[in-house]
């Protein structure tokens, strides 16, 4: 939103530059055709930003409507391209996200912030290679504003990749910057247990816990955690409140299977 907000000041500032340099009659002109003429370009933007707070509302039909139309007025316009493509992702739709990618690729190849959306979706699609090309893009722009969040995309894609030492590199980058990432802090916690560190993937899983409420799979890192530090009593309380809260998901079982495999020995 905040990339948004500067993009129409920019154009707005942009408009008064240009208007300084006419003349009187040209200004009167000017002022005749907006008048006359819909600005498409400033509804472009705020279509878009319309449909950002659809998404955030779950209503993704109207939000790729809006989308769909600020495209229509303003084919130029980038963000609208990258916000379409990842509500398609957003919804599953890969093919559909894959092509506004594309789309949007063709009209700015170096974008840093399109690199870091489109190599994030990438790696959910399993195509590691692409997607570390484009996130490098992103993490190597000193100009990029977000650049942290493109070293925590990173770093969760080489972890999925089993990649861990590098994984951790990133990850840790990005921490430096924001303490309080969720991504970077569960992805940690994670690295913790794939490498069998478990008082690292403790202490990470619970400052994730301290700014996100619990899911399946933080819970999950916690148990891991817990029971290979010995830890039976705090095993036992993360275990009972993952089955509690999330009695259907693939987490609870596997919590189950185990309690039943301990049973059986």
């Not at 955690?225 to 830890?231: P, S, W």
Request: with cysteine.
């Amino acid at each position: 939103m905040i990339i948004i907000i500067k993009r129409i000041f920019i154009a707005i500032l942009f408009a008064a530059l240009a208007a300084g340099c006419a003349t009187s009659a040209d200004k009167s002109a000017t002022t005749t055709k907006k008048t006359s003429e819909p600005n498409y370009k400033e509804a472009a933007e705020l279509n878009v930003q319309l449909a950002i707070g659809y998404i955030q509302r779950k209503q993704y039909k109207s939000a790729r409507d809006k989308l769909e139309k600020a495209i229509d007025q303003n084919p130029d316009y980038l963000p609208a391209y990258k916000t379409l493509a990842y509500l398609y992702a957003l919804l599953g739709q890969a093919d559909k996200a894959e092509e506004k990618y594309q789309e949007a690729l063709e009209l700015k190849p170096a974008d840093a912030d399109l690199a870091n959306s489109y190599g994030a979706f990438l790696c959910t699609q399993g195509r590691y290679d692409e997607a570390q090309e484009m996130l490098r893009i992103a993490y190597t722009d000193p100009f990029y504003e977000a650049l942290y969040l493109a070293q925590s995309n990173a770093g969760s894609c080489y972890l999925r990749q089993g990649k861990y030492k590098k994984a951790e590199s990133l990850l840790r980058k990005s921490l430096r910057v924001n303490p309080k990432l969720p991504g970077s802090l569960i992805s940690m916690a994670e690295v913790g247990v794939k490498t069998e560190r478990y008082l690292m993937a403790r202490a990470y899983i619970q400052r994730y816990h301290a700014v996100q409420a619990p899911t399946p799979a933080s819970l999950w890192i916690q148990i891991q955690a817990e029971k290979a530090l010995g830890a039976k009593e705090h095993y036992m309380k993360y275990a009972r409140k993952l089955i509690n809260d999330f009695p259907d998901s693939d987490e609870a079982g596997w919590v189950e299977a185990q309690a039943r495999s301990e049973q059986l020995r």
